[in-house]
């Protein structure tokens, strides 16, 4: 398969493909961009691609009628926009308005594939901004409902993205997606309950969100994540509730829902940040004075020394 793809393209399959992408013919622009999609798989064949021209008709396509003419064209952009060139390119070609319109398609597998591409596009500071701007926090905090585990994976690490920095995360927080964000770290999924943490762990750092993370029910699945024996899901619960237990009325949550035993067990993390992390948290709840025997008595006294 790999041997075949190779020989499209040094055979110079490449150049009639992107022009079949530009007929009128809707059958025809949907197997040229599935050929297309499968030659994206490799770096190689993204460079000569881009060079022969594909962008510009592959985000023509994603406004076509047909829903597979559509996936198809998605798919290949969501391989093209690995690469950080292309992130920047399939913005300035327009492609950000088509992709969000495409977020609220009837078909799963075209919100799928739509909010991968927005994923990656959404790694790109300007873009981040763009994507908010055309609209898309109400259809991707939507797709949060999903059944289907990859849209909900793709929406909510779109998300997670687009909740770097003030602006987009006070947006998301009004258009009401911290509830179902935190919903999501209950998944039974890990991707989309990863990427959930992700999208939480940014909003953490707001000063106001941090009592509305409490409220919203947030504390005992961010403590779930420290009993994970995953590194990532430990670090993302680390990292948030260190965030939150600033605050007085979080660091009683903290301490009410058993999270003093896990914070010492964290202690003892071969992970240097979540070790720091865990220590820190302890310190900010040992401020109020009846927490400093909780700590000594989980057994904290001798990792702290240590």
Known sequence: HGAN???????????????????????????????????????????????????????????????RVQEQAAGCLRNLTVSGVNKARVAALGGIPPLVALLASPHEEVQAQAAMVLQNLSKNADNRARIVEEGALPPLISLLWSFN???????????ANLSVGADGADKMVEEGAMPLLIGLLRSPNERVQEQAAVAIRNLSVEPANEVRIMEEGGIPPLLALL??????????????????????????KIVQEGGVPLLVGLLKSTDKLTQQHACGILRNLTVQADNGPRVIQAGGLPPLVA
Do not use: C, I, W
């Open 5 to 67: 793809e190779v020989r499209v393209v040094m055979e110079g399959g490449l150049p009639p493909l992107v022009a079949l992408l530009s007929v009128e013919d809707t059958e025809l622009q949907e197997h040229a961009a599935a050929v297309l999609r499968n030659l994206s798989v490799s770096t190689e064949n993204d460079q000569m691609m881009v060079q022969e021209g594909a962008l510009e008709p592959l985000v023509r396509l994603l406004a076509s009628p047909e829903k």
């Open 149 to 159: 585990e990859d849209v909900q994976e793709h929406a909510a690490g779109t998300l």
């Open 227 to 252: 009993r994970y024996n995953s590194e990532s899901f430990q670090r993302q619960g680390v990292v948030t509730l260190r965030n939150l237990s600033v605050h007085d009325d979080n660091k009683a």
